[in-house]
């Protein structure tokens, strides 16, 4: 037996060595995000609105056309984490942005 360290995964009930979780972790996180219409999307990226949207808890709409610069993809494949003035925590659904 060699020194290498095992994990139990709960997924499949069984123990398994390190390296292999870290793969399956790997593929896990690889979530395809896509816009509106059908771009793949990746961190660093810049979107604009499809149309306009009602911002809960800011009090404000983005209107269609403005530019989102830098989003972040959540692990979700249709959440996109983003920063726009003013409004902190920004999430916004893929199907209501377009890839620039």
Same mark, same amino acid.
Request: aromatic content about 4%; charged content about 30%.
């Given at each position: 037996?060699?020194?290498?360290?095992?994990?139990?995964?709960?997924?499949?009930?069984?123990?398994?060595? !390190? !390296?292999? /979780? !870290?793969?399956r972790a790997?593929?896990?996180? @690889?979530?395809?995000?896509?816009? /509106?219409?059908?771009?793949?999307? @990746?961190?660093?990226?810049?979107?604009?609105l499809i149309?306009?949207?009602?911002?809960?808890?800011?009090?404000?709409?983005?209107?269609?056309?403005?530019?989102?610069?830098?989003?972040?993809?959540?692990?979700?494949?249709?959440?996109?984490?983003?920063?726009?003035?003013g409004i902190?925590?920004?999430?916004?659904? !893929?199907?209501?942005?377009?890839?620039?």
């Amino acid at each position: 037996m060699g020194d290498e360290d095992y994990v139990y995964d709960e997924a499949s009930g069984e123990w398994i060595s !390190a !390296a292999d /979780a !870290a793969a399956r972790a790997g593929a896990v996180d @690889a979530v395809e995000v896509r816009d /509106a219409v059908g771009n793949l999307l @990746a961190d660093g990226d810049q979107v604009t609105l499809i149309k306009d949207l009602v911002v809960k808890g800011a009090g404000q709409t983005l209107k269609r056309g403005t530019l989102i610069k830098s989003i972040r993809l959540t692990g979700d494949p249709q959440e996109i984490d983003c920063r726009y003035e003013g409004i902190k925590g920004l999430v916004l659904r !893929a199907e209501f942005v377009k890839r620039r």
